[in-house]
């Protein structure tokens, strides 16, 4: 089992890239996935376009970003990143998404 490589992008005062962090250990630990987490700050609007930022928190495993279709997106922005899923609008990621990345970067 490899340890898939978990990037947790946000910007200074942000206050949801910690709940995003805390999702993404707690499935890694039922799971019992060690994935390294690396939190990456994003200073400014120009660094969000070269970091394909599409707001914060964005939580990418092995460089994918975990939302589906994501990869298509081109509205990079230095702003909040709200998430669409089933249960509506979230500031987190759906745990569905966090899990199936896991899982699939394990194998």
Known sequence: MSRPRVEILYFEGC?????????VERLATQLHVEPEVELVEVADPDAAVALRFLGSPTVR???????PGAQERRDFAFSCRIYRGEGGA???PQESWVRDALIEAAK
């Open 15 to 23: 206050p949801n890239h910690e709940p995003a962090r805390a999702l």
């Open 61 to 67: 495993v092995d460089g994918v970003d975990v939302e």
């Open 90 to 92: 979230s500031e987190q």
